[in-house]
């Protein structure tokens, strides 16, 4: 899952921003002043930052200053109570991808961040994909077994892409609704049981104890090709 360092000085928003995140399956790490910031934003690989501008030290605007100026693209997103419309453009102009006032609405922020990992997350060109006697063509959408075709609905196929574009991690049901079925859909879970049930009876030798489409209690799937 995405790594999502934390820096806020808050320690009740920062509880609440663990608590939310971690719930969606984020690994994430906090630290509280500016230059720590600076300092695990540099060497600690994350996939997002979620920065406070208010911070004891160097302020979120001068940490994303230096963090760009280094050359780090990893996306940032500004947190502050300050709603300024001048504060808003220099953060953006200093390089943050997103900014969010407080308070904000955890729904709101996870969407954020969604939208700064899609943006800034690698394409994988794949065109044929195997596992086990399996073979999915992407160019002609196709499952192939020993060379003859699996019919697969459109959806059954999307999710099949889903997990073959993340295997081996774990993709919550809500992680599965935003990918196969889009943000602006309304589907229930169990809908996205029912259609992994169905892809289970086309790949798997035992539907009723899978060993390639694996439930995860408590988080979702993960696809173990």
Request: net charge negative.
């Amino acid at each position: 899952m995405p790594r999502v360092l934390i820096v806020e000085d808050d320690p009740d928003i920062a509880l609440g921003l663990e608590q939310d995140l971690g719930l969606e399956g984020y690994q994430l790490e906090l630290v509280t002043d500016g230059q720590a910031a600076v300092t695990r934003g540099l060497t600690g690989g994350f996939d997002l930052i979620l920065l406070d501008v208010m911070l004891p030290g160097k302020d979120g605007f001068q940490v994303c200053r230096e963090l760009r100026h280094a050359r780090v693209r990893t996306p940032i997103i500004l947190l502050t109570a300050k709603s300024h419309e001048a504060e808003k453009i220099l953060g953006l102009e200093l390089g943050a991808d997103d900014y969010i006032t407080k308070p904000f609405s955890p729904m709101e922020l996870r969407a954020r961040i969604k939208a700064a990992l899609r943006r800034t997350a690698p394409s994988e060109p794949i065109d044929v994909f195997r596992f086990s006697d399996f073979e999915v063509d992407f160019e002609r959408f196709e499952l192939r077994r020993a060379g003859k075709q699996i019919d697969l609905t459109p959806i059954e196929f999307k999710l099949l892409a889903a997990f073959i574009r993340n295997r081996r991690i774990v993709l919550s049901r809500q992680q599965l609704l935003d990918k196969v079925w889009g943000q602006d859909v309304f589907v229930t879970d169990r809908v996205v049981d029912t259609h992994i049930g169905n892809l289970r009876k086309k790949i798997e030798a035992d539907p009723d104890a899978p060993v390639l489409v694996v439930s995860v209690r408590g988080f979702g799937y993960r696809f173990d090709a």
